[in-house]
C-alpha cells in the first residue's frame, strides 16, 4: 500500500512545506487538494499541478491522487483538472458530493448520480484516469457501502472506482453495516480515506431526545474497527493508495490541534495504521 496524507487541514502550507511535512513524517506522498479553498485551484489546473509535481519531486514524494469537487463533466474546470492530473501523473481523483435532497426522492437522485458517474467515467477513459465516489457519512447520495454500491454496480471496475473510508462506513453501518457495505463495493475498491471516530453528546432536543455528535480522535481510539477493515483490505489484496485523512482542527477534532501538532500526530497515525498490516 501507498500512505499519502490529505493535505486539507495544511492549507496553512505552501506545497512544499505540506509535501516536505508528509515526508518528515513517514508518508510516500500527499493527496492533493485540488478544488476551491485547496493548495491548487480547479482554473488553475495545468499550472498549479505541473509546479505542485516539480515540488514534489524534489521533496522525495508523490502525488498518486487529487482531491476535488467535480461532480459533473459539464462542468466548466472537470475537464481541465482531469487532464491536468493525467499529464502529472495523479492516477486517481477523489470526485465531490452529490448531495441527497428532499426525502421521497433517493431513487430518482440515485439515478441521476448515475448519469452525471456515466459523464465522468468517459471523461476518465478518454484521460486514463480513474473517478472515484467517496463512500461519505450524512446526506449525500453515496452515503454508506450499500448506497455507494447501487451508484456503481452498472459500471465496470476500471471505469469507476471505490473511495471506501471506514468511519464513514461505521458512522452509517456501525455493527456490521460497514462490512457488508465493503463486500458489496470491493470489485471497484480503487481508494481508502482513513480517520477514526467517537461519538458524543450533543444535548437534548426540545422534545427530550439525547443528541449525539460524532468527533474526531486518533486511529486507535475510535469506534471505526480498524484492524478488522485492513484485516478485509489485506483479504482483498488491496495494494493501492490510503490516503490518513487528520481532521484535527476545528470543533469536530477531540482536540484542536496547531499545524506541527497535527503532523506530529498523523506520524503516529501513520505508524499505528501500518502496524496493523
Known amino acids: 500500500m501507498q500512505h499519502v496524507l490529505f493535505t486539507d487541514n495544511l492549507a496553512d502550507l ?20 485540488v478544488r476551491p ?4 485551484k480547479p482554473g488553475d489546473a495545468e ?10 519531486d524534489g521533496e522525495g514524494v508523490s502525488i498518486p491522487m487529487i482531491t476535488t469537487a467535480v461532480t459533473d463533466a459539464k462542468e466548466p474546470h472537470a475537464e481541465p483538472v482531469f487532464a491536468a492530473a493525467a499529464h502529472y501523473g495523479a492516477r486517481m ?17 440515485i439515478d441521476e448520480a448515475r448519469e452525471r458517474l456515466e459523464r465522468l467515467a468517459r471523461l476518465g477513459e478518454k484521460y486514463k484516469v480513474l473517478p472515484c465516489v467517496h463512500c461519505h457519512s450524512g446526506r449525500f447520495v453515496a452515503s454508506g457501502g450499500a448506497l455507494l454500491y447501487l451508484v456503481l454496480r452498472e459500471f465496470r471496475p476500471g ?12 458512522i452509517e453501518g456501525s455493527l456490521s453495516g460497514w462490512e457488508l457495505g465493503l463486500d458489496l463495493v470491493a470489485p471497484w475498491l480503487a481508494l481508502a480515506g482513513v480517520k477514526n471516530f467517537r461519538w458524543k453528546e450533543a444535548g ?3 422534545k427530550g431526545q439525547m443528541r449525539w455528535r460524532w468527533e474526531y480522535v486518533p486511529l486507535e481510539d475510535g469506534h471505526a474497527p480498524l484492524p478488522e477493515f485492513m484485516g478485509y483490505l489485506r483479504q482483498l489484496r488491496f495494494d493501492g493508495v490510503v490516503s490518513l485523512h487528520s481532521e484535527y482542527k476545528g470543533e469536530s477534532s477531540w482536540r484542536r ?21
Request: charged share 25%; with cysteine.
Open 14 to 33: 505552501s506545497i512544499a512545506e505540506a509535501c516536505r511535512a508528509a515526508r518528515n513524517a513517514g508518508f510516500d506522498g500527499v493527496d492533493l487538494t
Open 204 to 206: 437534548r432536543d426540545g
Open 257 to 277: 490541534l496547531s499545524t506541527p501538532e497535527l503532523v506530529e500526530q498523523s506520524r503516529k497515525d501513520l505508524v499505528y495504521l501500518r502496524s496493523l498490516g
Open 37 to 40: 479553498g485547496g493548495h491548487v
Open 159 to 170: 471505469e469507476a472506482g471505490a473511495y471506501v473510508d471506514p468511519m464513514h462506513m461505521t
Open 93 to 109: 481523483l477523489k470526485l465531490g458530493y452529490w448531495e441527497y435532497r428532499p426525502f421521497g426522492t433517493l431513487a430518482k437522485q
Open 47 to 56: 499550472m498549479g499541478l505541473a509546479e505542485a509535481r516539480r515540488v514534489a
